[in-house]
């Protein structure tokens, strides 16, 4: 079983949409929780984080976690078609060291 | 802003090479990583340091070393390149253990 897992989409949504993100993780003890944005040939870039259980908002972005359920999602409102790129879901853990460790990313395309 | 800078955006070495990948945060970070990124795996682990002269092995070590002399600094070693090393190399920092990353703009290495 993968430590951090997501569907590796792709996900088509059209413009104006929600677009939702899953992703689940093997580590009970996590303790951090993030969704980084990559664009083509970019590195990653931190969009959310969420270290204890419910919803976070910022903007357009919504991140929900569930640590019984070991699962966190995002989601973005009002999709655009420059919110098309990979989604990374990454844990950091409290065991190994504090090592965190990503998901192998959705990729999401926002049609206009 | 924190600013992590690698040295090069692409190399191209040869197999047996000793190759150097260099890393530099300036926002005196504590801790720092090294990742590779490849399609269809996501970023995986290499190796980090919490500390000058620190260092812990990620999931994939193997083939790799680093150095950490300075704080600011932080170097990822690849003692005999070979074709499986064909990859982008990420480097990041983050301020606390369960903090997030910061990355740089990455490295493309191709190794022939």
């Known amino acids: 079983q993968k430590e951090v897992e997501q569907n590796s989409g792709p996900l088509s949504v059209p413009e104006g949409a929600i677009a939702s993100l899953n992703c689940t993780y093997s580590d009970r003890v996590s303790q951090s929780f993030f969704w980084y944005r990559q664009y083509s040939g970019k590195s990653p870039e931190l969009i959310m984080s969420i270290y204890s259980n419910g919803d976070k908002e910022d903007g357009r972005f919504t991140a929900q976690l569930n640590k019984a359920s070991q699962y966190v999602s995002l989601l973005i409102r009002d999709s655009q078609p420059s919110d098309s790129a990979t989604y990374l879901c990454a844990v950091n853990s409290g065991t190994g060291g504090f090592k965190t460790i990503f998901g192998a990313g959705t990729r999401l395309f926002v049609k206009a | 802003d924190v600013k992590v800078t690698q040295s090069s955006r692409y190399l191209v070495k040869r197999t047996g090479e000793k190759v150097f990948l260099e890393c530099v945060q300036d926002?005196?970070?504590?801790?720092m990583f090294w990742y590779r990124q490849d399609p269809g795996l996501g970023l995986r682990l290499i190796y980090f340091?919490?500390?000058?002269?620190?260092?812990e092995k990620g999931d994939i070590p193997e083939g790799y070393s680093v150095s950490r002399e300075k704080k600011e600094r932080f170097s990822l070693i690849l003692e005999s390149a070979s074709t499986n090393q064909t990859s982008m190399y990420l480097c990041?920092?983050?301020?606390?253990?369960?903090?997030?990353?910061?990355f740089g703009n990455g490295t493309r290495l191709t190794v022939t």
């Open positions: 340091s919490y500390d000058v002269k620190m260092k």
């Open positions: 990041a920092s983050s301020l606390e253990r369960v903090a997030p990353l910061h």
């Open positions: 926002m005196d970070h504590e801790n």
